[in-house]
């Protein structure tokens, strides 16, 4: 690679979006004015070539869209607006300045869409797995707490979108190595590789009185779990409700409740809130032409997730259901 | 490794230090509160296995000091109080827990000093080299803009400490396999292993009307260059002037002046102030136990960087200096 003031120079963006950037890239840190009619939301997510994602499965435009991706839903997931991303990328030798020059495309094709603004990171050379690191940071309006411990007795649990599309979409590219799909295929194939953010959900939802929430990085499974954990209730899933795409079924139905429940990247919102607003929220989301399903109900009791399937319940664990724990209904 | 979730556990501060801080490490990302009378500071810094450290020359709690050193010292060019912190590693499969914990502790150490919080960050595999990511935020009194681009002709340039302790303690490590080291070497690799960020000076100069400022990480030619660049100023540093250590003196003189210039780590600071305020800040850091060492002025003219040695000027390069370009005094 060229001289790494030089690709800094290329990779600066040439629009400034945010009226708060006092100083981006370019001097030892980024300055930003703050707001106090907002707060402060901020993440920072990994991820490792051979890890994360490969050459394979993934161009570098996908994987740079991806790095971002994975960051901003974190924010969706805090009901917040992205507004600056920082990128920290540890390139080996054998990737060219063009693929770089690819990664950091993919990233601004969804900072533009948000209106992000990139204000500083670090590139330096690694012996072998490329490693990108994004930190994001957004705002929301002051005392929104779309946090996992919201969620009570009585809540109804939802989740956007369609799930396990992403794993399905992996599963299609690691069998068809000539890379001819079907139009089905193509269908999985994108929502691997183009996860969207939901940040406009995030949004409608930050504007009910309580709210918990959490993107799906790791699977239903998990993320129910984790919300369980942190509001200390049990949640009640119906497997029957779970929204999964034509496309899965098309693809694979015996195995689509499992990437439902256990693949994860599909960076759809899981969450909770009191029934009586569940109403007004689908409304607003069916007038958008947005997903929004409601899978099970929450209740008090020491922490777990149940699976309701057909006429028995079972522990979902984070890992998987285990067929020892049968609960009778 | 064991469960991601106890390890996060494990590195979860016991204790919170600012009380902007509304939600720290345990949900999608965190949440602080913004202050109306400061600015925000932000930066971001990777340091990689074989290519920023060796296990040879650095131990997991050095390499952890390190990777927050490196991030604060950004933070002190801004003239900022640094407060959170968020950390991404990727672990190769040869780190054990107990290692990963020391790199923890090493940030903990400094994050104590400067009462900064550990607020998010990622743990992710890697098949190859340790890699660490950190993100520093911090905060300034509003208007405070301490830039690269701020200094003016007539003004002096200084450093502080000492400078090309950091390369030379590393050339100490790099030639003694056995790690008997003399007092003097010792006090060489101390500096390369725990250099420490000049946040305090960094405040002091932050009271002053206008300040240029730079930390040292590549070297005073680097850094003065980057000054001159952002300034379209001219540097004339003089070589007599710059602040070497009895220690680097004592270990390798005739290397002293080559690593000073371009051997970097040190985390001092370089920059440039009127020549009024001079007297007034070398008083401050007279009182305080700080060196600060004024090594040049700055004129008008296309910019560069001028090394005034003996009775001769050489152009000082970002990466040496070049003899080929002699200027007549």
Redesign the interface.
Known sequence: MQDEFDFIEQIKPKKIYQSSL??GI???????????E???????????E???FTTATMSPYQIGYKALAVNIS??A??G?IPT?Y?????IPKCWDEQELLSIYDGMAMLANKYKMDL????T??????L?I?V????E?EKDK?L??SNAKPGDIVFVTGTVGDSAAGLDVLLHNEDKVFSETEKILVYKHQFPQPRVEIGRMLAALPRVS???ISDGIASEANEIAK?SQVVFSIDEDCLPLSKAIREYNNSRSIEWALYGGEDFELIGTMPKSDWENIYKQCDEKGFIITKIGTVSEGPQKVLLNKKDKSYILDKKGYNHFKVETK
Do not use: W, Y
């Open positions: 006092i100083e370019g001097d030892d840190a980024a300055l930003i004015h703050q707001k106090p907002m707060e402060q939301i901020i993440c920072m997510d990994t991820m490792v051979g890890i994360h974190d924010i997931a805090m917040g600056f920082l990128v920290s990328i540890a204000i500083g990171g670090d330096v050379s690694t012996a072998d797995c490693t690191t930190t994001v940071i957004g929301i707490h946090l996992r929430l959490n993107d942190a």
